[in-house]
């Protein structure tokens, strides 16, 4: 358990140690630079009420600004004990930027405050960090705000040890700090301060583009009710049917369109203040079709910043708020940039005049087992270090190739860094290239090796390769899994279950069905999935009805092509042909085992979607059309043996699928999802593992998960899934960076 804000020398260590005997806890307390950590041990119910009386029974004068909790295995502690503080390691000390806190939010609407109005504001609990350090120890002049001399007032505040401000290094206020402007589209400057902000709002009002620069980048802002401005927005941005995200005017605000559980209610008011995907209450509610198309939940967020809420609170409607970019680019920081690269896209620009010094986005979560997933690891994240049980060379990891993400080792902590993106363009590897050389700036990285993806054509890999330093590539979906057992604290031997896109197999064959034996040396492979054809290769990826003739040509051969199983609607006569060449002479056409190019094939299969505006858009749908109805039959399916490893051949199903007729897409969807979810037990019970792992970008499907973890629950087994990592590829770069820590300790 973490505890961050003003917890510290106001005798909060030996507060939680009195909690802890009274409650009969097991376990330690420790002090560090980001805040108070707890390691407990107890019966659900004891851990229960140790949260439930740190909030209400903590020191007075203690603030506590977050608490995240992480469940672990139990390690057996025997008693509870105050440990020693790991020292002044300069590491430690780069926090995540922070939402707005209460103290500071009444201040801004406060009249009669000095910052009344001041979009600006922060405090030690609150406002930017990552966004804003240049280099390390963090003080102010080595920030974006070196260049704002604090007035007396301020002055006063930061140097006084019982203020809310003390050495709160972005302090600043009206008098002395940056301020708002508006510029038009072509950078213009038109009016300032408070004004600035009044009139960006009646510009959404008026169904404008207005990109306003935040706290790790721009956003888009457009008028979430109006079809019209969200269809533009769209064309302008070149983006076809990616959901967008919202920002309400308030939390009561976001209860009126969606559903949310106990756990979502407090993501949506957690410091880090995620996007949080929740169910929508009524496709009917006023906001535009267009903002997520045939998707029942949306992307909900809260202003986090003071400029937010005093945006939101002048327009008090939920706004679309996307990354200010093109569609697939990294996220603009600076405005002069964003004039430049969003003059196309933004009506107008929101700016103010504190430097952001690295992009970071707005994080994505979910709930997913009655905990958190972060599904974008960045804003309020990043760079948060992930604490692992050993010491660990110094490696560097590059990640994967889609949602990048790096990480560092330093002692037992693991940074990893705030979502970059899909290395697919220049503008995206220019911005990877500059998290890696801030990360070996800010921590002083000497690493001892360099961790990337086999895959020889990743633009992370080859950056890898053409380091100087030793190299080690590891295995995709091996990745996954360590990344996994690295956040649960787990040592081998495990069965991982690590179903994805796709990913280099060592057989060169593209991976992602995979389930594997992992031992302290590596891994085997103990099961995949029945391998089919990708005809066209990537092209596959953005036309699920390739999947679904793949699946078809491998269990009819080349029947498959000439009768009438393939809806006449997915495929015009000549395109058959050319397709009929590319599977019959395996021309361009991978085999894959992949459990995302499988969904693929049966939403098209299914009559759900032929082709893809977004990766992973037809394996959503899927998820999608479960449409809450459950049945508990799942379409059949083999398990058998070939050499060493398990196959699990989908070959039943899709029989069953061809013949079956009227069965509502809700109805067949929960077959498939049974069907794998039956097929990662089969194979569980076959292996004999004890600890089963889920990792892998299919893991966000939270029927699947939610599924597969109850089923080995109840069938004996203890299963593990991520929290606070991705289980998409921005997760795997923590895995990479254990493989190689690994090696390098072997060696
Ligand atoms: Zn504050
Ligand atoms: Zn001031
Ligand atoms: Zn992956």
Known sequence: MAIRGAV??????????????????????????????????????????FLRRIETDKPAISFIHSLETLHLDPVGFTTFEIRESSGGEKTALILPDIATCPDCLREVFDPANRR??????????????FTIIESLPYDRPRTSMKNFVMCEACAREYHDPGDRRFHAQPNACPQCGPELELWDAKGAPLVRKHQALLAAAEAVRAGQVVAVKGLGGFHLLVDARREDVICE???????????????????????????????????????????VLLRRLASNDGLAPSI???????GAMLPYTPLHHLLMGALGFPVVATSGNLSEE??????????????????????????????????????MGGRELVIRRARGFAPLPVYVDRELPTVLAVGAHQKNSISASVHSQVFISQHIGDLENEASYEAFRSVVSAFEALYELRPAAIACDMHPDYTSTQYARASMLPRV?????????????????????????????????????????????????????????????????????REPRRCALALLFEVFGQDALSTGMVSARAFSGDELQVLRTMLCQ??????????????????????????VRFEGQAAMELEFALDGRSVDDAYPFEVHTNGDAL?????????????????????????????LVAMGLEVARRTGAQKVLLSGGCFQNRYLTERLISRLQEAGFQPYWHQRVPPNDGGIALGQLMAAAAQLRRE
Request: aromatic share 8%; proline share 7%; charged share 25%.
């Open 473 to 541: 590539a590891v295995q995709h979906h091996y990745a996954h899994i360590l990344s996994c057992m690295a956040e649960n604290h787990l040592h081998p031997p495990v069965l991982g279950i690590s179903w994805d896109g796709s990913g280099f197999g060592p057989d060169g064959t593209v991976w992602g069905g995979e389930i594997l034996h992992v031992t302290g040396d590596g891994f085997r492979r103990a099961a995949h999935l029945r391998p089919f054809l990708l005809p066209g290769g990537e092209k596959a990826v």
């Open 647 to 675: 196959v699990m051949d989908w070959e039943p199903a899709v029989r069953a699928v061809l013949t079956e007729e009227n069965v509502p897409l809700s109805i067949a969807s929960a077959r498939f999802h049974n069907m």
């Open 116 to 129: 009344y109005q001041y979009p600006l504001t922060n405090c030690t609990n609150c406002g930017p960090r």
């Open 292 to 298: 997520a198309p045939r998707n029942p939940y949306l």
């Open 330 to 367: 990294p996220i603009c920081i600076d405005e002069n940039e964003a004039v430049r690269r969003l003059g196309g896209i933004a009506d107008l620009f929101l700016v103010h005049n504190r430097p952001i010094l690295r992009h970071v986005d707005d994080s994505v979560v979910r709930e």
């Open 8 to 49: 510290q020398g106001v005798g909060f260590r030996p507060f939680v140690f009195r909690l802890a005997q009274d409650l009969g806890l097991k376990g330690w307390v420790i002090n560090s630079a980001t805040g108070v950590f707890i390691e407990a041990e107890a019966t659900e119910r004891v851990l229960r009420e």
């Open 233 to 275: 927005l769209r064309r302008r941005k070149l983006r076809e049917e990616k959901p967008f995200a919202l920002m309400f005017p308030s939390y009561e605000g976001v209860l009126c369109y969606c559903e949310a559980s106990e756990v979502e209610r407090r993501l949506l008011r957690a410091p880090e203040s995620p996007i």
């Open 586 to 611: 395996r021309i361009n056409s991978p085999m894959t085992t992949s459990v995302g190019r499988l969904f693929d094939g049966f939403a098209s299969l299914l009559n759900l979607r032929h082709r």
